[in-house]
């Protein structure tokens, strides 16, 4: 079955870099993209990018450009997304989460907290 | 950037009852881009519904969407106990996504 499997937790002080990884399995990777949602605590979902497992290209949500950096690595099936110059307000639940055909999230990975904390 | 309202925040029901949560576009979305999610606290969020109508794989029938353009439902026909969580929309346009504040269903 179709599985993506996160890193786990993190711990960052402000201003520092976070990698989280997304390895998939079940399906052909170059097939669809990935794309990245976050979830403060107690807040909602809030859509990051996403990037094509056939050829890279990327989209990055506007408040987070020039911060973001979504890249693959098609020989392990493996996604990643590195934030940088990290911020309290950062904190959060970061979840990868397959694009489907009809540009639905599915399935999602288990989610990755990363602290941003002094 | 297409804005996504959901209502109401939160919907206080029985089992048993029926839920109907809205969402409300900006503008016009396309209907095969429209999906539904449920969380439960500590959970990674579930595809509901795609294309706003059809059932992902393994969701019982009581979960049914509708809508078009800017007007979005999902209705949940008899509230079970494990039904009580927060309901999501998402829309896809243009290369981006965005979601729904969401709707929290919550036992009376």
């Known amino acids: 079955q179709v599985q993506l499997v996160q890193s786990g937790p993190e711990v960052k002080k402000p201003g520092a870099s976070v990698k989280v990884s997304c390895k998939t399995s079940g399906y052909s990777f170059d097939t669809f993209a990935i794309g990245w949602v976050r979830q403060a605590p107690g807040q909602g979902l809030e859509w990051m990018g996403w990037?094509?497992?056939?050829?890279?290209?990327?989209h990055y949500a506007q408040k987070l450009q020039g911060r973001v950096t979504m890249t693959t690595d098609t020989s392990t099936s493996t996604a990643y997304m590195e934030l940088r110059s990290l911020r309290s307000d950062d904190t959060a639940v970061y979840y990868c989460?397959?694009?489907?055909?009809?540009?639905?999230?599915?399935?999602w990975g288990q989610g990755t907290l990363v602290t941003v904390s002094s | 950037e297409i804005v996504l309202t959901q209502s109401p925040g939160i919907l206080s029901l029985s089992p048993g009852e029926r839920a109907t949560l809205s969402c409300r576009a900006s503008e016009s979305v396309s209907s095969s881009f429209l999906a539904w999610y449920q969380q439960k606290p500590g959970q990674a969020p579930r595809l509901l519904i795609y294309a706003a109508s059809s059932r992902a794989t393994g969701i019982p029938d009581r979960f049914s969407g509708s809508g078009s353009g800017t007007d979005f439902t999902l209705t949940i026909s008899r509230l079970e106990p494990e039904d009580f969580a927060v309901y999501y929309c998402q829309q896809y346009g243009s290369s981006l996504f965005t979601f729904g504040p969401g709707t929290k269903v919550d036992i009376k």
């Open positions: 989460a397959r694009v489907a055909a009809l540009a639905e999230f599915d399935p």
């Open positions: 990037i094509s497992g056939y050829n890279g290209n990327t």
